[in-house]
């Protein structure tokens, strides 16, 4: 899919073309998604519009104009989506939220968001120890006192809030 | 008259102590909101939204807008300060607000980008006093088909006037809009797009889709740019402020320009965005000093923010009036009233007179709470900005988790948020525009009902959208606005071909 870029001086990178026709092949194929659906369904007239008469209207200019992007994406310059460092820094932020979310179900929110805290500004990394301990600590107890004392909204939690008694 | 006692009864409720407070909470919040990278107008009200679920409705708006009005203030903060916009309509006001801070006159341009954004908001808010209730009344005889057609009108503007790639506007909205169909259909009581996942039975919450576009995207962009800020100093003192208000009425010109502008960008959907650069553009077209602009012109500072700010408040005016939102956060405000049970649009005017007057009173109220604060803290919050991003960054991204999650208590909705977070970041880099993808979220619904039910009362003729003045009036000026944009480039392509070969013959 990437293909080489012919000038040496400038930062290597994800080639935008390449992206954006991955993206525009994603909506044409999410397009070909909703009109199986719509047409599945019933996109016609049965003494009035059936349920997917809308969708599927939609669904239809939804795939031209993404078809039109695939296109136009064939005849503009290409240059560079992301490099290769910016990338790197993007995943730095995405891997610790990822690990966040997927920790919210078993251990609740408030572990997870302390868990979160010491691995993102470990990843990132520029603060000291004390710090990052610090934060991973008041921010969650922080969170509790707004949320489940002060608005009383329920938040999600595991096993720690529970041994807590909450 | 009637509407002038109204607006007094409505000043009284905006005026009580608890609405002050509310007011002055919500333009702190805002400020903060549009200081910080990765939270903004739409993803600040909509992390908010849940908490205000409980509180009587007129107490939660004043609340919501006030973060509105706060979120437009405080763009301007780090514009000028340091040269990074917190909002995107704020991307003008850093072509001369940083030079003035550059030169050591930050405090000066901060005064002036306050200022003119207080008097274009306030051109705004007039325009909504005395037009909105008109509008409203108009819009009251109204069947769906006429509803429809002011829908594709304002689809139609998007894609027309919009800034854009055009098939990537369109593709934006059709995505909003099949996001919008999904779950349970209203009418027919099916479901749809599901494809047998309980999760999505719900559809997608538009909120979720707004903290992940905006806050989780935003956050990824700004991760790539290397996690530091450099900013100037600045203090303002009254006799500074004092000083920069007597030199305004000279460009009184300027100002009336971008107050015109924003007001009709606001109302026709093209946005604060545009018109930001719009006004700018002018005051520089027509200014005596356009040569020198770029260089820190303090007009350069006043155009775009005026028409930014008239922008972002007449965007309310269709909200309240035909309950079809001007901006994304006007869109989420939508949301909201649908939340208190208010149904938004001609219906409001009548049934809810103390809301909607309340409201219109807090925004005259609001945004002069907002000019005092935020010249009185502008220190404080350029302080925020050197709170190191490795701090600031996971307590936004997990108050955004927080926001999506309270919305229906769901931690699926997490997972979508992280979702659209990513598309988020990958859409902003490949200009697809966001907004029209929220707008049409949140009408989509409404929007079909009205197709729908317009057709069943032709029995599928579409000829209903023909069938008097006022919808094929209507329907007319969406397909010109759709084709305008086009036709022009084609004129202008026609242009630089005869222009160019022109050119050839010259030369030959």
Not at chain 2, 91 to 112: Q, S
Not at chain 2, 256 to 270: A, E, K, L
Not at chain 2, 314 to 333: D, E
Not at chain 2, 447 to 461: M, T
Request: contains cysteine; charged residues 10%; proline residues 5%.
């Amino acid at each position: 899919m990437s293909q080489p870029t012919n000038t040496t001086d400038e930062p290597r990178g994800l080639p935008r073309r390449s992206v954006e026709i991955l993206v525009a092949l994603t909506l044409i194929a999410l397009a070909g998604v909703v009109l199986y659906d719509s047409h599945g369904r019933g996109a016609g007239w049965d003494g009035g519009p059936q349920n997917g008469f809308f969708p599927a209207r939609v669904g239809w200019i939804f795939l031209a104009a993404a078809v039109f992007v695939l296109w136009q994406s064939f005849r503009t310059e290409s240059g560079i989506f992301v490099t290769y460092g910016q990338l790197g820094q993007v995943a730095r932020v995405l891997g610790p939220l990822v690990l966040f979310v997927a920790l919210i179900g078993p251990l609740g929110l408030y572990v997870a968001a302390a868990i979160f805290i010491v691995a993102f500004m470990g990843v990132v990394g520029g603060s000291r120890w004390w710090s990052i301990l610090l934060t991973a600590v008041i921010v969650p107890i922080a969170c509790f006192w707004i949320f489940e004392l002060q608005f009383r909204v329920p938040l999600p939690k595991g096993p720690l809030e529970a041994a807590l008694g909450y | 008259m009637d509407d002038f006692s109204s607006l007094l009864a409505g000043f009284q409720i905006a005026l009580s102590w608890h609405n002050i407070g509310f007011m002055a909470l919500g333009v702190i919040l805002g400020i903060v909101v549009g200081v910080l990278p990765g939270l903004g107008g739409p993803n600040g009200v909509a992390i908010l939204l849940p908490l205000t679920f409980g509180m009587d409705p007129t107490s939660a708006i004043i609340l919501l807008s006030s973060i509105y009005w706060g979120a437009l203030f405080g763009g301007a903060i780090t514009s000028i300060l340091f040269n990074i916009p917190g909002e995107a309509w704020s991307v003008a006001t850093t072509f001369d607000g940083y030079p003035m801070a550059i030169r050591g006159h930050a405090a000066e341009a901060l005064t002036a980008a306050f200022t003119a954004s207080f008097i274009g908001a306030l051109s705004g808010v007039v325009l909504i006093t005395f037009v909105a209730p008109l509008v409203a009344s108009f819009a009251l005889r109204f069947g769906p088909a006429e509803f429809f057609a002011v829908f594709l009108l304002t689809f139609c503007s998007f894609v027309g006037m919009g800034r854009d790639n055009r098939a990537k506007i369109i593709t934006s909205l059709c995505i909003g809009f099949l996001l919008a169909a999904v779950g349970l259909d209203s009418i027919s009581g099916d479901l749809r797009m599901t494809f047998g996942s309980t999760e999505l039975m719900r559809g997608f919450d538009f909120l979720v889709v707004v903290i992940g576009l905006f806050g989780i995207g935003e956050i990824l962009l700004t991760a790539e740019e290397g996690l530091v800020f450099k900013g100037k100093h600045a203090k303002i003192d009254l006799k500074v402020v004092l000083k920069t208000w007597a030199s305004l009425p000279r460009y009184w010109l300027t100002l009336v320009r971008s107050c015109v502008v924003g007001m009709w960008m606001g109302v026709t959907p093209g946005g604060a965005i545009a018109a930001s650069f719009m006004g700018y553009g002018l005051a520089k077209r027509f200014s005596k000093r356009g040569a020198h602009f770029g260089k820190g012109e303090i007009e350069g500072v006043l155009a775009p923010e005026t028409a930014a700010h008239a922008a972002g408040t007449s965007a309310l005016l269709p909200m309240l009036a035909l309950g079809i939102p001007g901006s994304a956060t006007a869109a989420v405000l939508l949301g909201g009233l649908l939340v208190w049970g208010l149904q938004p649009g001609p219906m409001l005017f009548v049934e809810q007179k103390d809301f909607v007057w309340g409201l219109i009173a807090s925004m005259y109220l609001g945004n002069l709470a907002g000019l005092i604060i935020v010249l009185a803290t502008v220190p404080l919050f350029a302080a925020v900005m050197r709170i190191p991003f490795s701090f600031v960054a996971p307590v936004i991204l997990i108050v955004c988790a927080i926001g999506a999650y309270t919305i229906s208590n769901s931690v699926f909705d997490i997972w979508v948020m992280l979702g659209f977070g990513i598309l988020g970041y990958i859409f902003k880099k490949l200009d697809y525009p966001l907004a029209p993808l929220v707008l049409a979220l949140v009408l989509g619904d409404r929007a079909e009902d009205a197709f729908r039910q317009a057709l069943l009362g032709s029995a599928g003729s579409l000829d209903v959208f023909w069938a008097n003045g006022l919808v094929s009036g209507l329907v007319i000026v969406a397909l010109v606005l759709l084709l305008w944009g086009p036709i022009t480039d084609a004129i202008a392509a026609l242009g630089r071909r005869n222009e160019s070969a022109k050119a050839a013959k010259a030369a030959e």
